[in-house]
C-alpha cells in the first residue's frame, strides 16, 4: 500500500469496499491468449515452451468507491495461496497501517473466506454485496 491509496483508504473507507481475488491467472495464460497477437519477444516463447511448470499466482485487491463512485485499488496481496489465513494476514496487515475500518457496504465474491476474515478483524458493515 502506497502512502496515496492509505490516504484514500482513511477517506472513502466508510463508504463501499470491496475485496476480491484472481482466480487462475498465470504467466503462460496470459502469454497463450494473447498469443496471435503479439510479437514474441525474449521470455515469451520459453514462457510458453515450459509446459510442465506452472505459475499459480492469486492477486488480492482491496478497493474503495471514491467521491465519483470509481474504483480505486488501495491494497494488494499476491500469493500463491488462496484461504481464510492469507486474507486474515492481509486485513490484519492493512488494520495496522489504517486503523479498524467500518465500510457502510462491503463487497466480496460468494466465497465466504473474505467475509468471515472482515468479521474477525474488522467491523461488521452496514450492508454486504455479492460479486460473480
Not at 9 to 22: E, N, Q, R
Not at 62 to 91: K, T
Amino acid at each position: 500500500m502506497t502512502n496515496s491509496q492509505e490516504t484514500s483508504l482513511s477517506k472513502y473507507g466508510h463508504k463501499v469496499i470491496c475485496i476480491d481475488g484472481t482466480h487462475g491467472m498465470s504467466a503462460r495464460k496470459v502469454v497463450r491468449k494473447y498469443k496471435q497477437e503479439i510479437e514474441y519477444a525474449n521470455g515469451f516463447q520459453e514462457i510458453l515452451e515450459e509446459k510442465d511448470k506452472k505459475y499459480k499466482f492469486v492477486l488480492q485487491t482491496l478497493m474503495v468507491l471514491d467521491d465519483e463512485n470509481e474504483g480505486f485499488p488501495v491494497a494488494f496481496a499476491s500469493s500463491y495461496r488462496q484461504d481464510s489465513v492469507l486474507i486474515d494476514v492481509f486485513l490484519s496487515t492493512v488494520k495496522e497501517r489504517v486503523g479498524t475500518l467500518s465500510p457502510h457496504t462491503l463487497v466480496t465474491d460468494m466465497v465466504d473466506s473474505y467475509y468471515n476474515s472482515w468479521m474477525k478483524i474488522m467491523t461488521p458493515p452496514v450492508h454486504r454485496s455479492f460479486c460473480t
